[in-house]
């Protein structure tokens, strides 16, 4: 958000997306390397998308927790 605004700093938004984008493959390895070395077998998340696909990609269930 731009200071005092209720309007997004769209260049810093698209820069800080780019980012995310660019580390997407690297952030979904160590997720699914935390959930394979704490033997997890159900993720439960409420927004993130990489638990889910991480979940996915390993075949453990998943379950989205809505507020």
Known sequence: MERDTK???K???FKE???FVANCDFILEKEKEFLLTEKINLVVSDIS???FEAAYQ???PSLL???
């Open 65 to 67: 927790r809505i507020d």
């Open 49 to 51: 998308p990489v638990p």
């Open 7 to 9: 309007f997004p700093d």
């Open 17 to 19: 997306y780019n980012k």
């Open 11 to 13: 260049e810093k938004l």
């Open 58 to 60: 390993l075949g453990i």
